[in-house]
């Protein structure tokens, strides 16, 4: 008598997302909105919440097992806090969770930003169905989106 192995589907893999605001920028809106689109489309979302520190971010990723750090920044200070998330992600040897962005970001940082290993910047206006399918994509590399 022979057994049957029957094949299951193999599990689909949930992208597991940190979403924070980053430094003393206090303008959640768009976050919130960027969060919830995600969760609407099948992804785990980890939201840190306001006046987050690069520490207190890569520290939370790390233990929480995700797969990208999506970070939210009006305030100017985005060339300085995305470096200081990638340098600590790295001393961490957690440099394979991908680190996106959006927010007030001028055209000209665009590129420096991306050559710092930031994943994509998405500025306002970005349909969320962008944002959307670059997480559920796997986080490649992507265009860095200009307003």
């Given at each position: ?44 979302v ?9 520490e207190a ?69 970005t ?19 200009k307003?």
């Amino acid at each position: 008598m022979t057994r049957r192995i029957e094949k299951r589907p193999r599990p689909v893999h949930r992208p597991r997302v940190l979403i924070a605001k980053i430094g003393l920028d206090g303008h959640d809106r768009g976050v919130k909105i960027v969060a919830k689109a995600l969760r609407d489309a099948g992804v785990e979302v980890i939201y840190m919440g306001l006046h987050n520190t690069p520490e207190a971010i890569v520290q939370s990723a790390v233990q929480e097992d995700v797969d990208a750090i999506g970070l939210s920044i009006l305030s100017a200070a985005h060339m300085t806090l995305f470096k200081q998330v990638l340098r600590l992600l790295k001393k961490q040897k957690a440099a394979g969770i991908a680190v996106f962005g959006g927010g007030i970001i001028p055209d000209e940082d665009l590129a420096p930003l991306r050559k710092l290993g930031v994943r994509a910047v998405f500025t306002p206006g970005t349909a969320m169905d962008e944002i959307t399918a670059f997480v559920r994509g796997g986080f490649k590399p992507h265009a860095v989106k200009k307003s």
